[in-house]
């Protein structure tokens, strides 16, 4: 069992930065591939990025590639996206994802077991 909790959403002008992190409890966090998510209001959830277990393997959607950046802190069991050159579009409710299945495929289409809660990113001036 591992559980997620994402923080560092907020309010950003046009043009920012943020950094969401991704906590997970949980020993064997190392084995887990984990993937950010967003829904904005009224769309479907889409991936945007995925990173296997050893920090190795990433997948970026060609939505964000080149404003987003995935990566990993396995010794403190946590998570980052990277969001620089933010855009209004960009408003939605961000997510973390997590699951220990192949832990590194990082493919569009796989499966994740354990979900956060979602923190908001608002983009706006």
């Known amino acids: 069992q591992v559980q997620l909790v994402e923080s560092g959403g907020g309010l950003v002008l046009p043009g920012g930065s943020l950094r969401l992190s991704c906590a997970a409890s949980?020993?064997?966090?190392?084995?887990?591939?984990a993937g950010w998510f967003r829904q904005a209001p009224g769309k479907q959830r889409e991936l945007l990025a995925a990173?296997?277990?050893?920090?190795?393997?990433?997948y970026y959607a060609d939505s964000v590639k080149g404003r987003l950046t995935i990566s990993r802190d396995n010794a403190k069991n946590t998570v980052y996206l990277q969001m620089n050159s933010l855009k209004p579009e960009d408003t939605a409710v961000y997510y973390c994802?997590?699951?220990?299945?192949?832990?590194?495929?990082?493919?569009?289409?796989?499966?994740?077991?354990?979900w956060g809660q979602g923190t908001q990113v608002t983009v706006s001036s």
């Open positions: 990173i296997g277990a050893s920090g190795v393997r990433v």
């Open positions: 994802a997590a699951d220990s299945r192949v832990p590194e495929w990082v493919r569009p289409g796989r499966n994740y077991d354990y």
């Open positions: 949980g020993r064997t966090f190392s084995s887990y591939a």
